[in-house]
């Protein structure tokens, strides 16, 4: 999860606060429907829960999931002291970057573009950045933009593996433009010989070209979230 230029703000969290950002990922999971961020490894999985390691001695784990108030609100707690940095630090895009973050794992996907415009207009060319920004658009329904984004992610780094597999999975899923999405992942695979995904794309490949009879445009299923 950890962004270009945000080892500073990371050094400065307490244990509280790192512990609580791990428990607020193992909750909602890093990784939203097939999206992958823009820095983190390809096709990742949410990592497994393991209730033995979250609850303290002597008390019960709950079996109710943290309510979307709750997320919220660790994300609110999470993200303070860095937003209370940036009164002193506001030209940090690291440090912008990185509350943007937390606030997507949060699934509050508008204040996290928020933070990774104010992040962009500092650093632009921070692909990785774009990237994420580029997939919260996504996760608002705004799939013309996460298309805008995602190739001026591709126009500073033309194979980045991340931008190349949102970009067909958005083109496919979000206005069902077979030609786009086989195109970007086809480049991946040819740009990224190595691509640790690779199977998961052929997959991927395999499914959307059997809608290529589909005029692009037209409304795909939502993603599974």
Known sequence: MTKPNQETTATEWTSVQAYTLCVLCLVIGVVVGWLVRGSQAPV?????????????PGTEASSASPTPQQIQHMADVQAAPMIEKLKTDPNNS???????????????FPAAIDYYQ????LEPANASVRTDMATAYWYTGDSDSAITELKKSLSYEPNKPNALFNLGVVEWQGKMNVNAAVEAW???LNTNPNYEGKDKVLQLMAEAKKHSGVKPGTPAKPLPQ
């Not at 440090?95 to 949060?106: H, K, M, R, S, V």
């Not at 104010?118 to 207009?121: C, D, E, N, S, T």
């Open 186 to 188: 086809q480049r991946l």
């Open 44 to 56: 990742a999985a949410a990592p497994a829960t393991n209730s033995s390691a979250t609850t303290e």
């Open 118 to 121: 104010r992040a962009l207009k």
């Open 94 to 108: 690291g440090l912008l970057a990185g509350i943007g973050n937390i606030y997507y794992d949060a699934h509050s």
